[in-house]
């Protein structure tokens, strides 16, 4: 599921700084190159589409991010700290350890 969202994010990216290019800041751009007002995509209606697009992109790019922030795979912690495992391994002080005796019995007079 990362891996998509992942790359849906790249591919947003890709798009919404195309569409960035495409535009001009004196309000020109792709919107220069026509010059009747009434046609299809006329000045206004290819600026109102790029800002749109823009905004849309924008919302579409934050809103991935924040599922792939979701999505993103742990890894589950099963190594403890070195302090852990010693707190855990520690041998209790009051227990004596219990060595085998190597004192020969002695003989019975049975």
């Known amino acids: 599921m990362y891996t998509l969202v992942s790359v849906f994010?790249?591919?947003i990216g890709i798009l919404l700084i195309l569409i960035v290019l495409v535009q001009n800041s004196k309000g020109?751009?792709?919107a220069a190159n026509f010059s009747a007002a009434n046609q299809i995509m006329g000045v206004r209606r290819s600026a109102d589409f790029l800002e749109k697009a823009t905004w849309t992109l924008a919302?579409?790019?934050?809103?991935?991010s924040l599922l792939a922030s979701v999505t993103?795979?742990?890894?589950?912690?099963?190594?403890?700290?070195?302090?852990e495992d010693q707190i855990q391994n520690a041998v209790d002080p009051e227990r004596l350890p219990s060595f085998p005796s190597t004192a020969p019995e002695k003989p019975s007079d049975d």
């Open 9 to 11: 994010i790249l591919i």
């Open 28 to 30: 020109g751009g792709l």
């Open 59 to 64: 919302t579409a790019l934050l809103a991935l």
């Open 72 to 83: 993103i795979p742990r890894a589950k912690v099963t190594n403890k700290s070195k302090i």
